[in-house]
C-alpha cells in the first residue's frame, strides 16, 4: 500500500446524471476526508469519517451530496442530479489519530466535468 | 469560524534565494494545527511541515520551517535555498477540532 487511491481519475458526465467515486486511503489511516477543490483555489472540505462514522459534515454539503464508509476502509461518495457547478477536482485525504499531528495524505484526485 | 488568509495570491523568486510565503489565521479553539502543502502542476497535494499550537519551537523539515508567531496569529512559510521545482501552489491549512480549513494558495515560481 504506497498511499491514498481514487477512482476514477477522471469523470465527464451530463447534467443531472448521478456520479460516484471511490477512495481508498492508507490501510492503517482510521481518518478519511473529501474536498473539493475548484481551479485557483484551495481545498474546500466537505466531509469526514473516523472509522465508518461520519463526523463532519459542510454545512456548503447541498443534500445532492452524501458519502459512505461502510466498513471503516473504502469510502464512496455519491453526487445526484449533477449540475455544471459541482465540475471541480474531488480530492480524498487519510490520516490517523495515533499521530500527533494528524497529517492528511491526499489521492489524486477524481476530476469531474459536467455538461 | 475558522479561516485561513494567504495575502499573496503570487510570488516570485530567484533560484537559491531564500522566500517567505504568508499566512495567517483565526480560531477561537486554544488547540489546533496549521500545516503547508505543496501542490505541483500534476495536482497531488504535498505535506511539507506541521506546527501544533503548544509547540514552543518553530517546526523545520530540511529546507522547510515554519514562523509561528502565535500572538499575531500567523504561520509563515520560509523556503531557503530557492530551487526550480519549488515552482507549486502553496497553500497554509488548520486543523482546529472538528474542522479543517485551507488557505486559498500561494503560486510561487523560481526563477532561473
Known amino acids: 500500500d504506497t498511499g491514498v487511491s481514487q477512482n476514477p481519475r477522471h469523470k465527464i458526465t451530463k447534467r443531472g446524471q448521478n456520479v460516484t467515486f471511490r477512495c481508498d486511503p492508507i490501510?492503517?489511516?482510521?481518518?478519511l476526508y473529501w474536498y473539493r477543490q475548484t481551479l485557483g483555489q484551495g481545498p474546500e472540505f466537505l466531509t469526514y469519517f473516523q472509522n465508518e462514522a461520519q463526523l463532519e459534515k459542510s454545512r456548503l454539503l447541498s443534500d445532492r451530496f452524501s458519502a459512505e464508509r461502510p466498513k471503516g476502509s473504502f469510502s464512496t461518495l455519491e453526487i445526484q442530479r449533477t449540475e455544471q457547478g459541482d465540475s471541480a477536482m474531488y480530492l480524498c485525504?487519510?490520516?490517523?489519530?495515533?499521530?500527533?499531528?494528524?497529517?492528511?495524505?491526499f489521492g489524486p484526485g477524481t476530476r469531474l466535468t459536467v455538461l | 469560524a475558522q479561516k485561513i488568509t494567504q495575502t499573496q495570491p503570487g510570488m516570485f523568486v530567484q533560484e537559491k534565494e531564500a522566500v517567505t510565503l504568508d499566512c495567517t489565521y483565526d480560531t477561537s479553539d486554544p488547540s489546533y494545527g496549521l500545516f503547508w502543502y505543496k501542490q505541483p502542476s500534476s495536482g497531488e497535494m504535498i505535506f511539507l511541515i506541521y506546527q501544533g499550537s503548544y509547540d514552543q519551537q518553530n517546526a523545520t523539515e530540511g529546507r522547510y520551517s515554519l514562523n509561528f508567531q502565535k500572538a499575531r496569529k500567523s504561520a509563515n512559510l520560509v523556503i531557503s535555498a530557492s530551487q526550480l521545482g519549488d515552482s507549486a501552489m502553496y497553500f497554509c491549512?488548520?486543523?482546529?477540532?472538528?474542522?479543517?480549513?485551507f488557505g486559498p494558495g500561494t503560486r510561487l515560481s523560481v526563477l532561473p
Open positions: 490501510s492503517e489511516h482510521n481518518r
Open positions: 485525504a487519510s490520516s490517523s489519530t495515533g499521530t500527533e499531528r494528524d497529517e492528511q495524505f
Open positions: 491549512a488548520m486543523a482546529s477540532g472538528q474542522n479543517f480549513v
